[in-house]
Every structure is written in structure tokens, then in C-alpha cells.
């Protein structure tokens, strides 16, 4: 079956870094996405990756190895707004989603 | 750029009436639009999937007669969910990808729907 695993909550401090994992099962392998989701609110994108390696964008960035089924996204220099939860999803050899359950990231002064 | 409108953002019905919820792709052709239900602490749950002018496709389990979607044109689809009960009470997101990059969903900010 397809599967997506990540941690259910993470805290972390401000102005410091935070890993959050992710492995993956699909059936067929385009890419890996993260996506960030404030409380209420509607998912926004954050990365994709679809080859080996770290992808950089700014204070984020996203990490991928498809032999290891396994992701991370860094977050440096956490700011209060980075609280939110943060989506892992493989997209499978239809195209398709599989959205893990989320993991929530507490920011803490 | 890339923008997707839901409207409502809020609903409150009575058990046994039906709500249409409206999904807009406001600067980009939606070739494809996605449905998905997401109930609290819980991940995102994909219903459907509707690419324009043609009927959605279903995933496992969601009634197609309960939750009626059309996609009409490339900028606006509608998920109507007729004689909705308590349990149908959830937040209710749309998204859509088109002629941008392939991979993207762009997401709406989502309906909350709750049924009393």
C-alpha cells in the first residue's frame, strides 16, 4: 500500500533550526512535495522535489532521497509565524497525492 | 499569481439541505481541479478529481451522487453536497492546477462547513 509517515508534533525555539522527516511508499514515484498549513487554512506550497538532493529556497529547504524513500524539510532561523503544521506528500505513478498526516510545529520564544 | 477563490469561506445548515461550494481559479486556466476534505488534526483527504468539461472521478469510498461536483469551465468548479447530515460537517478545500507548473496544486482558502 501507499504510505506517507512524519512526526505528529515537533517544538522547536526561535532563531534556531528544525528537521521534520518524512518517508515514503507510493506506488511509482514524480516527486515529493512539502506543503505548509496555518490552523484554519488552506495548504501553501513549499517545495518539490523529484531528484536527490537539497533543494535551497531561502530559509527553507527540502531534502529528497528516492533509494532511502525519504525526505526532510530544514527550516533555519525560525521566526513565531513559522508555527503551523507541515505536509509531506508523494505523488504517486498516477499523478496522484499521498498526503501524510502532518506535522505540527510549535515555535517557542 | 495563481490565486484560487472558495466561496463560501463559512456555512451553517440545517440536516437534510444542500450546499454548493464554489472553487475559482482567478489568473490561470484550471485544467484539472481537485477536491479535498480535511477533518480536525487529520491530513488532507482527496474526494475527487474533475478536469473540465468531463465527469469527476471518485476516490474510494465518497458517495458521487451525495457530493455532486461539476467543472464547467477552466476557471470554476462547484461541489454541491445535497441532504448533508452532522457528519458532513468538515473544512471542505479545493485546489487546481493547469497551465503553470504541471506539478503545482494551488490551493483555496477553503470552506468550513457545518451541519446542525
Known amino acids: 500500500g501507499q504510505n506517507i509517515d512524519q512526526p505528529t508534533e515537533m517544538t522547536a525555539t526561535e532563531g534556531a533550526i528544525v528537521q521534520i522527516n518524512c518517508t515514503y511508499q507510493t506506488s511509482g514515484f514524480n516527486g515529493l512535495f512539502w506543503y505548509q498549513q496555518h490552523a484554519g487554512e488552506a495548504p501553501t506550497f513549499l517545495s518539490y522535489n523529484v531528484l536527490d538532493g537539497l533543494e535551497e529556497k531561502g530559509r527553507f529547504s527540502s531534502f529528497l532521497s528516492r533509494s532511502k524513500g525519504y525526505s526532510y524539510l530544514l527550516l533555519k532561523e525560525l521566526q513565531m509565524k513559522d508555527s503551523a503544521s507541515y505536509l509531506c506528500?508523494?505523488?504517486?505513478?498516477?499523478?496522484?497525492?499521498?498526503w501524510g498526516a502532518g506535522t505540527k510545529l510549535i515555535i517557542k520564544p | 499569481g495563481a490565486v484560487v477563490s472558495q466561496h463560501p469561506s463559512r456555512v451553517i445548515c440545517k440536516s437534510g439541505t444542500s450546499v454548493k461550494i464554489e472553487c475559482r481559479s482567478l489568473d490561470f486556466q484550471a485544467t484539472t481541479m481537485f477536491w479535498y476534505r480535511q477533518f480536525p488534526k487529520q491530513s488532507l483527504m482527496l474526494m475527487a478529481t474533475s478536469n473540465e468539461g468531463s465527469k469527476a472521478t471518485y476516490e474510494q469510498g465518497v458517495e458521487k451522487d451525495k457530493f455532486l461536483i461539476n467543472h464547467a469551465s477552466l476557471t470554476l468548479s462547484t461541489l454541491t453536497v445535497t441532504s448533508a447530515h452532522p457528519e458532513d460537517s468538515s473544512f471542505y478545500i479545493c485546489?487546481?492546477?493547469?497551465?503553470?507548473?504541471?506539478?503545482?496544486?494551488?490551493f483555496g482558502p477553503g470552506t468550513r462547513l457545518t451541519v446542525t
Open positions: 506528500a508523494g505523488m504517486d505513478s498516477n499523478y496522484q497525492l499521498i
Open positions: 485546489s487546481a492546477s493547469g497551465d503553470r507548473e504541471w506539478y503545482e496544486q494551488y
